[in-house]
């Protein structure tokens, strides 16, 4: 049985950083396109960024490009978001996400499994 399971998240200050992680177990991590998605309250669950299976570039939403960063390692089926200079909008709730397809995707319908997601509060 599938499983993906994020920690990491956290109060943190505007500016600040925090790093966020996500374990895979039970599916075809290597071989899959990985993201991370974000819900704040009231607001529609919004694209982060993604990886390839293996090689090939990230994609990132406009609002994080330049500060957040996507890696995966495949040998340990671990997906993580390094995040920097956040910033009082980036205040919600994280989820990694696997897709069936190899190529990244902004796309949430192209991703089958998700994590319960981690809570991240951008807050002086």
């Known amino acids: 049985q599938e499983q993906l399971v994020e920690s990491g998240g956290g109060l943190v200050q505007p500016g600040g950083s925090l790093r966020l992680s996500c374990i895979d177990s039970?599916?075809?991590?290597?071989?899959?396109?990985m993201g991370w998605f974000r819900q704040a309250p009231g607001k529609v669950r919004e694209f982060v960024a993604s990886?390839?299976?293996?090689?090939?570039?990230?994609i990132y939403s406009d609002s994080v490009k330049g500060r957040f960063t996507i890696s995966r390692d495949n040998a340990k089926n671990t997906l993580s978001l390094q995040m920097n200079n956040v910033k009082a909008e980036d205040t919600a709730r994280y989820y990694c996400?696997?897709?069936?397809?190899?190529?990244?995707?902004?796309?949430?319908?192209?991703?089958?499994?998700w994590g319960q997601g981690t809570q991240v509060t951008v807050s002086s």
């Open positions: 996400a696997g897709s069936l397809s190899y190529h990244p995707t902004s796309r949430a319908a192209a991703y089958t499994a």
């Open positions: 039970g599916r075809t991590f290597s071989s899959s396109a």
């Open positions: 990886l390839p299976a293996t090689g090939g570039g990230p």
